[in-house]
C-alpha cells in the first residue's frame, strides 16, 4: 500500500521554492534592468565599457549596502564590473572590522613552549663545532 500524502507534501514545497526563486530573480531584474535603462554600460570604478555580449559582467551595487532599497529614482545604485563590485565589498568588509575568517571558529592558543629545555641541553658536555 502506497500513500500519496509525502508527495502531495514534497510537490508543495517544490512549488513554494519554485516560487520563492521566481520571485527573487524578478525583482533582481527588476532593479538590474532599470539600472541598465537609466545609466551607461560603463563601470563606476574602472570605467570599463560594456556591450550586449559581456553585459553579464556588468553589475547593479547598493551604495548603501541595503539590497531592498531601490528607489524609482536609482540614487542607491551604481553599475560596477564584477571585479569592482567583489572589490568594494571586501572594503566594505574590511571597514566594518567582519571577514569570513573572523567569522570561523579560532584555533587554540598554543599552551607549551617546545624550546622550553633547550638552553640547559645546549649548556652540557661539548655542544657546538
Known amino acids: 500500500m502506497t500513500t500519496t500524502m509525502p508527495m502531495s507534501q514534497d510537490a508543495k514545497l517544490d512549488r513554494i521554492v519554485a516560487q520563492a526563486r521566481r520571485d527573487a530573480e524578478q525583482r533582481d531584474q527588476g532593479y538590474r534592468e532599470r539600472a541598465l535603462k537609466m545609466y551607461p554600460w560603463v563601470c563606476g570604478r574602472c570605467a570599463r565599457e560594456f556591450t550586449r555580449a559581456n553585459l553579464r559582467e556588468l553589475t547593479v551595487h547598493h551604495r548603501n549596502h541595503d539590497h531592498d532599497d531601490n528607489p524609482p ?54 655542544a657546538g663545532p
Open 73 to 126: 529614482d536609482g540614487s542607491n545604485w551604481e553599475l560596477l564590473c564584477v571585479y569592482c563590485h567583489d572589490n568594494e565589498h571586501s572594503r566594505q568588509t574590511d571597514y566594518t572590522g567582519v571577514s569570513a575568517q573572523a567569522a570561523e571558529d579560532q584555533p587554540a592558543a598554543a599552551t607549551s613552549n617546545p624550546f622550553a629545555g633547550l638552553k640547559s641541553l645546549l649548556g652540557k658536555g661539548g
